[in-house]
Nanobody
Framework: QVQLVESGGGLVQAGGSLRLSCSAS????????MGWYRQAPGKQRDLVAH???????NYADSVKGRFTISRDNAKNTVYLQMNSLKPEDTAVYYC?????????????????WGQGTQVTVSS
């Protein structure tokens, strides 16, 4: 089994910063891409930022220049540094990881999700 645990959400004023962390644990042989998604009330879950195993990144247009995704492979952890936060960034943020794992002697890669962390930006 693999678990993803997020931390770092909270309430911040517009213009402020937050740093989200997501650590993966369990039967992990390798982690390919990792990413952050967010879901606001009544809306679909959208990609915020994505980072590959070779540290190639991409961002949603709405966060380019304000958010930075990074990862520490030794710790199986991905981070999201969020600066210049806006009220429209308010959402539940979810971590995602493509993990190579095994069960019953079989190896496979599948997506795992964290439980989500609330980010609220007040105006």
């Amino acid at each position: 089994q693999v678990q993803l645990v997020e931390s770092g959400g909270g309430l911040v004023q517009a213009g402020g910063s937050l740093r989200l962390s997501c650590s993966a644990s369990g039967r992990i042989f390798s982690i390919n891409a990792m990413g952050w998604y967010r879901q606001a009330p009544g809306k679909q879950r959208d990609l915020v930022a994505h980072i590959t195993s070779s540290d190639t990144t991409n961002y949603a247009d709405s966060v380019k220049g304000r958010f930075t995704i990074s990862r520490d492979n030794a710790k199986n952890t991905v981070y999201l540094q969020m600066n210049s936060l806006k009220p429209e960034d308010t959402a539940v943020y979810y971590c995602n990881a493509q993990v190579r794992t095994s069960s019953g002697g079989y190896y496979y890669t599948r997506d795992y999700w964290g439980q989500g962390t609330q980010v609220t930006v007040s105006s």
